[in-house]
C-alpha cells in the first residue's frame, strides 16, 4: 500500500469503553499528525510528531493518548470519551525538515454514544 | 500560535464563473500557504501552494496570492466545473524550532450550480 492509511473508517463507542485509532503511512516521511475534524470547525490540530518524538500537543483532554512507536506509524488511545469527542480523526504525515505537503489519511468516523 | 480565519463559509457559483476565497493569518512568522480540497468522504488534498517570497502562482484554472503586509491570502477559480465543488481549507504553517505546525481556516463549501 502507499499512502497514508488509517483503520478503523468508523468506530462507535460507548463513554467508558478503550480503543484505538491506527495511523499507518508508507511515504518515508518524519512528521506526524493528528487532527480532529468537526462540522463547521477548522480542521483542530491535536498532535505532532517530528522523528517519533512529541513536540506539539494543542492542549488535548488527556482521555486522548498519542503513540509513535517509528516513524511509520502512528495511535491515538481513546479511554472514557464524552460524546462532544465524536467527529472524524485525520491523521497526516510530511517531512519535517523542510515546507512541504501534507498528506491525510481517509480518517476515522468516531461516533461516542 | 496562529490563528487562520477563511471566508466565505459557502460560496455557491454558476458554471464557467469564478470562485474567490479569502484568508487572513495572524502570525507574521508563517511563511508557507497551502490550500486543501475534501471531496465528501474523502481526505484532503493539495491543490496548490504558494511560498511568503511569492505573490502569485498559478496552476491552469487556479491561481493563489498573497499579500504579507496585510497578512492575507486568496484562492481564485476561473471557468469553475461541477467538480470543482468541494471544501476547500486554506492553512498557514508556522516553523518553531519543534517542527512544522500547520493551522487551518473553517473550510469553505463550493457548490458549482451546473
Known amino acids: 500500500e502507499t499512502g497514508v492509511t488509517q483503520t478503523p473508517r468508523h468506530l462507535v463507542m460507548g ?99 | 500560535g496562529e490563528n487562520v480565519e477563511q471566508h466565505p463559509s459557502t460560496l455557491s457559483v454558476q458554471e464557467g464563473d469564478s470562485a474567490v476565497i479569502k484568508c487572513t493569518y ?20 493539495l491543490i496548490i501552494d504558494i511560498r511568503s517570497n511569492v505573490g502569485e502562482k498559478k496552476d491552469q484554472r487556479i491561481a493563489v496570492t498573497l499579500n504579507k503586509t496585510a497578512k492575507h491570502f486568496s484562492l481564485h477559480i476561473t471557468e469553475t466545473q461541477p467538480e470543482d465543488s468541494a471544501v476547500y481549507f486554506c492553512a498557514a504553517l508556522l516553523e518553531p524550532e519543534t517542527g512544522n505546525q500547520f493551522y487551518f481556516g473553517t473550510g469553505t463549501s463550493l457548490t458549482v450550480i451546473p
Open chain 2, 26 to 45: 495572524s502570525d507574521s512568522a508563517s511563511n508557507y500557504f497551502p490550500w486543501y480540497k475534501q471531496e465528501l468522504g474523502k481526505r484532503p488534498q
Open chain 1, 15 to 113: 463513554m467508558t469503553n478503550k480503543k484505538s485509532l491506527k495511523c499507518e503511512q508508507h511515504l518515508g516521511h518524519n512528521a506526524m499528525y493528528w487532527y480532529k475534524q468537526s462540522a463547521k470547525k477548522p480542521l483542530e490540530l491535536m498532535f505532532v510528531y517530528n522523528f517519533k518524538e512529541q513536540t506539539e500537543n494543542n492542549s488535548v483532554p488527556s482521555r486522548f493518548s498519542p503513540e509513535c512507536p517509528n516513524s511509520s506509524h502512528l495511535f491515538l488511545h481513546l479511554h472514557t470519551l464524552q460524546p462532544e469527542d465524536s467527529a472524524l480523526y485525520l491523521c497526516a504525515s510530511s517531512q519535517a525538515d523542510h515546507r512541504g505537503e501534507l498528506f491525510f489519511g481517509e480518517g476515522s468516523r468516531l461516533t461516542v454514544l
